[in-house]
């Protein structure tokens, strides 16, 4: 189309058509971005308009602060455990749906559902079956892992954040994995069984290769969401028992909504962001490298 | 398809009934969870406390406890108003960024253009803990524009338009023939008649898919909503929840109710429009 046209036309075309758009993004995530730096270096306590410069004293504090560093420990185990987990039962079920199973449609809809109810909800239904139906199954099935509430001790509570994590993105999961296997072109599993190779041997080097594009995307998708857990972790667990289950999302939430140190909290929030997108560029860069072409 | 030739080894039949067995049974553990509330919401506390996995309470379906969510909850209010707050910003944000795309694809030479677009594309990995302390110091402490709900829609339209630009961004990019909109043009039609005429009905599936992913996730939405409504009057469905939550956690039947009323939407519809849904998830995800 022709861009050669006057300056002031170009300004009317440019504002008229992406002008909302660039406007709201410009209001809710570039300017705070930006005054959230700022935000490092002040002393605002969320209520006063007082706001004096401390230069680096939030990073100080960031840096001293264990319970945030303990949280990022705890955020990492949690993600690469989930992510684990998400992607082995995953693709074992797609593997499964796909291997000729009838009502492949009805399955992957059904493995589905979790997704499309948000992570609060579905914390406060587990909690109930944690804390409630398991010590209520004890009676007739009496082995001490069901004897009290999984969400009355640490190393249980952190697991029930794992298989929620779990049951919820496995199913998300599971779509892409489908998309994969049948993505992958007939032929080329063809001429692996005229050359002899067995259905494992073809799952091995034809199939996994294949599904590298598939592995990128969900290997994603599950870290980058499980790094960012808040909400579950909100109403299955409250980051309790004594904070044993508190991830980085909410421990960057009290210290500033309920200590009111809102310079460390956005200084520990920038931190956060790093290391997600140091993390999740290099797991996305290293799988791309990967990649075959069939 | 790869599922013929695999099926066809020997034990077919048998195998291919091993598989369903498998199958069903990890797909009843997966809704497990929704049945238990579900029938859980029919009944009174004791009976939920002793005996969670009995189907029906001695005393008949306590139809009462759904009775009291919605009042408790005030849940045709919250109902409401998030129907309300995600109307309104799915439907802008479909137009304002199928706007924007097209404009970033034929004048994509243009350094606003080329700016914005990147902009927007790096800015999908920021995640939302980092701008949510800011965002509350400007608009809540600075500008008071909490308790609004067109505050809620303008932050879910800066949110979403990234993501949604880019979509429609590859879509009209490998779909939309410029040759249509030149024709249109050369018979005088304006930029704005011409993309509403022409260009706006082609994005028909990707528009489709946006809205999809985009109401699943302003519909679920707890965080930045916690934050902008402090007053109950203005309380979406998660916040409702929440607050019920807090105050009747010993009242499980009512709990269960009130869980089964905020799940049962999402649920009825996804019935519905199954095939668009998964359609639309794995395209947005492969994106």
Redesign the interface.
Known sequence: ?N?NMSFRK?LG??L???G???F??V???????I??IY?TFTD?N??SDVKNLVGLDNYAATFRDSAFWNSLLLTTGFALLSVLFINVIAFF?AY????????Q?F????????????????G???Q??FS??FP??YSIFPITLLQKSWLSAPGTAFASMVIVQT?QLS??ML??FI?G??G?S?DV??AA?IDGAN?RQTTWHIRLPLMVPSFV?CLF?SL?RS??I??MN??LTAGGPYNSTKM??MH??TQ??ENQR?GV??AE??I??IV??VI??TQTYLGKKREVEA | ???????A?GHKTLS?VL??I??VI??FI??F??V??LI?SLKTKVA??????LLVDAKGPQWVNYKNAIEEMDFIRAFGNSLFVVGVSVVLLMI??S??A???V??N??L??RI?FS??LA?M??????????????YG?QLHLQNYRMTMV??N???G??MC?FMCHGFIKGNIP?AL??AARIDGAG??RT?FTIVLPLLKPILSTISILQI?NY?????LPSMIFTRKQYYTL?LA??TF?GEFSSD?GN??AG?TL??AP??II?LIL??H??GG??AG??K
């Open positions: 189309m861009q170009k075309l440019f008229s058509f992406a909302p758009a660039v709201f993004f209001c809710v995530v570039i300017i705070p971005l005054y959230g935000l605002w969320g209520l079920l499964l749906l796909t291997s000729g199973v009838k009502g449609n399955f992957r809809a059904g493995f589905f559902t979790p997704n499309l109810i948000g992570g609060l909800i579905l406060y239904i587990w109930i079956i409630r139906v209520s199954l049951w199913g998300y779509l892409i998309s296997f049948v992958i007939e599993l063809e069984k259905e995307v998708l980058t790094f960012k808040y909400d909100l109403s980085t999302a960057v939430y500033a909504f809102y909290g956005q929030a920038l956060f962001f997600i997108a999740s560029l | 398809m790869s599922e013929s030739s695999r099926a080894g291919q598989k369903i498998i199958a990890v797909l997966y809704l969870p929704f238990l509330v859980n939920i406390v002793k005996t969670p996995l304002f960024s706007m924007a097209w404009l970033f034929r004048y030479k243009w606003a253009s914005s902009a927007m800015s990995i920021v995640p939302f803990q980092v701008v949510m302390i800011p965002l509350i110091a400007i402490a303008f932050m339209l800066g949110f338009v990234s630009t410029l909109e030149e930029y704005h993309f699943l519909w679920n939405d707890y965080l998660p929840i929440r939550y499980y709990i269960m869980l905020s799940v999402v649920i996804y199954q095939k849904v998964i998830i794995v995800a492969v």
